[in-house]
């Protein structure tokens, strides 16, 4: 009996197995090779943390991106049809850095769906306006595809470094 029941766990402990390694997701048709790539953004030398950088080629229908860390890192990651890998496929690239600062709103959840159209209107107008007035720790430059002065030649793995002092 015991020998019976250690056969059918070791069964379905096998078909277990299987069956997770069979489920693994795999690339779609189309996918890019990539090579492990990050971008760091830094102030002279103190990382800037959750910077939005885009890599962007004319050429790529494959969305390159990532967030940097505290310590200013990102890690590049490429999604294609909804599937993401690690890295960024070899290539010539347009790179962006996002970080827009925000003001806290000063309105609660109720009080704004207690205002009429107009006032809510008038308190966003006014929000935005503080978010445009706070100092920047990336330039507004480093946020445009036509207007960003960075770009990267990806040729194997490596890591590209963005001092947004340069740029101040």
């Known amino acids: 009996m015991n020998r019976l029941l250690t056969l059918r766990y070791a069964l379905f402990f096998a078909l277990a197995c299987v069956t997770l390694v069979g489920c693994k997701e795999s690339a779609p048709d189309g996918m890019p090779d990539t090579v492990p790539f990050t971008v760091k953004v830094v102030d002279g030398s103190k990382g800037i943390a959750d ?3 885009i890599m962007n080629s004319p050429t790529a229908t494959e969305t390159v991106a990532g967030t940097t860390n505290s310590s200013g890192v990102a890690i590049m990651q490429t999604t294609f049809k909804n599937f993401t ?27 704004l769906n207690q ?15 503080k978010n445009e007035e706070l100092e920047r720790e990336v330039p507004k430059i480093l946020e445009s595809f036509d207007n960003s002065p960075c770009s990267v030649t990806v040729s194997g793995e490596g890591e590209f470094v963005v001092d947004v002092a340069e740029y101040k």
């Open 51 to 53: 910077v939005q950088v």
């Open 115 to 129: 205002m009429d159209v107009g006032t809510r209107q008038a308190y966003f107008d006014e929000w935005q306006k």
């Open 85 to 111: 890998k690690k890295g960024v496929p070899t290539g010539e690239y347009k790179v962006l850095c996002v970080k827009n600062p925000t003001v806290d709103h000063w309105k609660t959840e109720e009080e």
